[in-house]
């Protein structure tokens, strides 16, 4: 896995870049046919973890994009909890990954589109940490239109 620094990256704000590597991962995943998801974790300005939607891939229905960050960041911590680390994600959280963030303790999730049927928010129950931050909107347009577009070309089909 390559790590990469936000002190290496073009003069973005940190949200921005650390956006576009998830985005680069959702285009990873668009390639496999797979719905175009894509999660980075970072800590102390670098990326620790990374992960697409790879659900059709492994034939598993938990394979989803912010799992297989939780896991690779995960292995470089050596250690099961992500506390001071971000989860940036093209899209909203599901409910499972959202769980799966609570049990992490991740301090921070930013992630681009909401997803008004499948997103977390959209129950009533708080399903992530307490202490966990979570902001939404960065670079939203360009996640919703990927997801838009395969959509698209699916039932075009």
């Not at 939607?53 to 911590?77: G, I, P, R, S």
């Not at 991740?106 to 499948?118: C, G, L, P, T």
């Not at 959209?122 to 902001?135: A, D, K, L, N």
Request: proline share 3%; with cysteine.
């Amino acid at each position: 896995m390559k790590y990469i620094n936000f002190s290496d990256g073009p003069a973005l704000s940190q949200d921005e870049f650390f956006m576009q590597e998830a985005l680069k991962e959702a285009r990873k995943a668009l390639e496999l046919d797979e719905v175009p998801i894509g999660a980075v974790i970072v800590h102390g300005g670098r990326i620790i973890g990374r992960g697409h939607n790879l659900t059709e891939q492994l034939n598993d229905v938990t394979a989803h994009a912010e799992m297989q960050a939780f896991t690779a960041a995960a292995n470089y911590t050596g250690g099961k909890y992500l506390k001071d680390c971000t989860l940036y994600v093209t899209i909203e959280p599901c409910v499972m990954c959202a769980g799966a963030s609570y049990w992490t303790q991740i301090s921070k999730i930013v992630f681009a589109a909401h997803d008004s049927k499948r997103g977390f928010s959209s129950i009533r129950e708080r399903i992530i940490h307490p202490r966990t931050e979570v902001i939404s909107g960065i670079m939203a347009n360009d996640a919703a239109q990927l997801m838009k577009d395969f959509f698209i070309a699916k039932r075009n089909k």
